[in-house]
């Protein structure tokens, strides 16, 4: 059995000869993963009441998901023989991309939409159905991996509840993909139009929207979870005897980090002004419709 990170407990088996493990788990580690998603996740659940944008809850719950799912590593490191700590690190690690991908996805649409008509022109698929479409995709994959996981945990036949699992993920993989398409496609046509997105507010000073650079922080969050779910993929499809289960940096770095990064990346380039200018646009609009009616009832 490979040694893991820091300082052991002891490796005990489940059940007769059979070991949960490859590896006891480090303390150190979790609890130093446990604090960054830990600061991060208040850091969003801040961020996200500050500016009121109630489409990033799933992303605040994601975050909240790694801390539990790394205090339940931090619980193996005594308990290696215990079930208990390794389903909750195994279901609460597995999840949360999910959760993540879930406000990546809609904040393309509020992107889109507050960009305006010619905006939404530019999308292959139309705005009303984007968010629903990759949500609806993001919410099958996550209940996929969700039983698979159970399934496992119940022990009746780990290999179904492994398979189930590499489904759900290959699903969030499509569907990820197809959500990358549909965003290069909409930046290339939009780009057509104008670089900056400028709106006329009450002072009739323009203000600028750098919505590329938006896209961009979805490119990477994307990338980056991706990047993830086929680390997951080839952890599943290896087996247990396969060179990422029997070490536990694997783990720390192609999961624990990127999502970190995920968190972090997000929360620089946080959608707040997407709020903003889609408050404004929607003003301007009450605006012009206002004008029109009083020049319609001028004419009559």
């Known amino acids: 059995m490979n040694e893991g990170l820091g300082r052991r407990g002891e490796l005990l088996p489940y059940k007769g000869d059979f070991y949960l493990w490859s590896y006891v788990p480090s303390i150190p580690a979790a609890v130093i993963l446990i604090i960054i998603f830990l600061v991060l996740s208040a850091a969003h659940t801040w961020k996200m009441i500050h500016n009121r944008l109630w489409f990033c809850i799933p992303f605040v719950i994601g975050g909240f998901l790694e801390v539990i799912g790394f205090i339940g590593r931090a619980m193996a490191n005594k308990a290696t023989d215990k079930l208990g700590p390794y389903i909750i690190q195994s279901v609460f690690l597995l999840i949360p991309p999910s959760m993540f991908a879930a406000s990546i996805y809609m904040t393309l649409g509020r992107i889109i939409r507050g960009l305006g008509p010619k905006a939404e022109s530019c999308s292959i698929v139309r705005v009303k159905w984007l968010t ?4 609806v995709g993001d919410v099958f994959s996550f209940l996929v991996q969700s039983s698979g996981a159970g399934i496992m945990a119940a022990g009746d036949d780990p290999t179904m509840g492994e398979n189930i699992i590499i489904g759900g993920l290959v699903i969030q993989v499509l569907f990820f993909g197809l959500f990358v398409v549909a965003a290069v496609i909409f930046q290339l046509r939009y780009r057509k139009i104008g670089n900056n997105w400028r709106v006329v507010g009450s002072s009739n000073t323009a203000s600028v929207f750098d919505w590329e650079r938006m ?3 979805l490119y990477a969050t994307s990338a980056l979870i991706l990047i993830r779910c086929f680390f997951r993929i080839v952890e599943y499809v290896m087996g247990a005897d396969a ?8 783990l720390y770095i192609f999961d624990a980090l990127l999502m970190a990064a995920v968190m972090i990346i997000f929360y620089i380039w946080y959608p707040s002004r997407v709020q903003d200018f889609q408050e404004l646009q929607n003003r301007d609009s009450a605006d012009l419709a206002y004008v029109t009616s009083e020049a319609h009832l001028s004419r009559s």
């Open 132 to 135: 629903t479409l990759f949500v």
């Open 215 to 217: 896209l961009m922080m």
């Open 243 to 250: 060179y990422p289960l029997k070490n536990e940096w694997t």
